[in-house]
């Protein structure tokens, strides 16, 4: 073909040797590259992207297809290229060693760049998909994108110097300590997120909890120097990859995926007003329907065991009887039983702890049926309303430390008395 090109200009009349010759070839390669992009890029990928969208096997955003599209077009342009000017340009020249080394350069470059449009790709196809979500792929494929620049670094280096990889990669050895340096942070972050991949300990959307770093609230990014936690007060906080790792962390996500959120708060009973109840406070309290069931079933019960004993029962000490305390308690077990919005497949119990100056502690255990957190403060807010506004019933007092009310009260009194 170019020995028919050629003598086809010399019948026009045309001089096509030497430099001349040198100056048409490069045109003709410059023409057919421009078509070549034109037809590619303008055309043909065009038609190809309205051909996807009307299949209706749209996978990817119409702006990753193309950018991916777009990249391996110029690797096919650069190939081409290259074999237009081994063609065209004759052997040995200056002309041809430039054009082939901007080629190859140019060949190695938009390779690169089509891994990092495929590995984007697979990640927001892997992200649809349930090992996807849980596995922080992003790290991971942030790592195989800074192993590949750098291979490609080094070789588009060697065909600007014209030496041979294998002797620029000899060279690296020596400088292992430099570069560990410079890459400690991507390592790290590599090793982390393969660790963090394996064992299944954090993905994108979890909550994440990590005091020594401020960090509360949902995962949005798991990046490979990097994990963004967007707390609940709207903040950012930004975490080191292997940070994850070498720290501790809370991860809140099994609370999610259990469906219930634990409530433990507990409050303070005054100790001098437990006692036992009268029988006329018994019968007060059997009008609550919950309590029912229990004072019947605990009366039965003491009352059986009073009549094995052969003490006098004048005196309460030498018999069992039902106490303020343990009736509130059983109460409100029967309470949280019969609420909706209390998980009844978990764990649920109301228990005393061990007594302190500020009276003695009785704490509420259960699972709300939701863990959406609004609604989860709701319900143990209406909890603990009821809790307070009921314990009077049961002729029980909360501890509570004076406050000025209280010392203005005792002021007056003092004042009246006097």
Not at 69 to 74: I, T, V
Not at 243 to 265: C, H, P, V, Y
Request: net charge positive; with cysteine.
């Amino acid at each position: 073909m170019k020995e028919k090109l050629f003598s086809w200009l010399t019948g026009l009349g045309l001089e096509v040797s030497g430099l001349a010759g040198v100056v048409i070839a490069l045109a003709f390669i410059l023409l057919t590259s421009l078509l070549l992009h034109l037809l590619l890029h303008r055309i043909l990928l065009v038609r190809l992207l309205r051909l996807v969208e009307r299949s209706g096997l749209v996978w990817l955003p119409g702006q990753m297809q193309q950018k991916l599209f777009n990249r391996l077009a110029f690797v096919f342009q650069g190939i081409v290229l290259l074999g237009q000017a081994e063609i065209w340009l004759p052997r040995g020249s200056d002309s041809l060693a430039t054009i082939v080394i901007s080629t190859q350069a140019w060949i190695l470059l938009s390779l690169l760049l089509s891994l990092f449009s495929l590995l984007d790709c697979l990640l927001f196809v892997s992200r649809r998909t349930r090992l996807g979500s849980d596995l922080p792929l992003r790290g991971i494929f942030q790592g195989v994108k800074l192993a590949a620049s750098i291979m490609v670094g080094i070789l588009m280096l060697s065909l600007l110097l014209g030496k041979s990889p294998l002797f620029l990669f000899s060279g690296l050895g020596a400088m292992t300590a430099v570069l560990m340096l410079v890459f400690k942070d991507p390592i790290l972050g590599l090793v982390a997120g393969i660790q963090l991949s394996a064992n299944r300990m954090l993905s994108v959307g979890d909550w994440l909890q990590m005091d020594k770093y401020g960090a509360d609230g949902e995962v949005t990014d798991i990046g490979l120097t990097t994990v963004k936690v967007s707390n609940w007060d709207k903040t950012i906080t930004t975490i080191p990859t292997y940070a994850l790792i070498s720290d501790s962390f809370k991860n809140w996500q099994g609370m999610t995926e259990s469906g219930g959120r634990r409530i433990k708060r507990s409050i303070n009973i005054d100790m001098t007003s437990v006692r036992f109840l009268g029988q006329h406070e018994i019968q007060a309290l059997r009008q609550a329907s919950l309590l029912a069931p229990y004072l019947s079933r605990k009366e039965q019960e003491l009352s059986h065991y009073n009549q094995q004993l052969t003490e006098a029962l004048a005196n309460p000490i030498n018999g069992r009887h039902l106490t303020n305390l343990g009736t509130f308690r059983a109460y409100l077990e029967a309470y949280l039983r019969a609420n909706e919005r209390i998980r009844q497949d978990m764990t649920l119990m109301v228990r005393q702890l061990a007594p302190t100056g500020e009276g003695i502690p009785l704490e509420i255990y259960c699972f709300t049926a939701t863990t959406a957190w609004g609604e989860y403060e709701g319900i143990q807010a209406d909890l603990f309303d009821h809790l307070l506004a009921v314990i009077d019933q049961f002729h029980l007092r909360l501890y509570q430390a004076p406050t000025g009310h209280d010392m203005q009260g005792w002021s007056q009194g003092r004042r009246s008395a006097a």
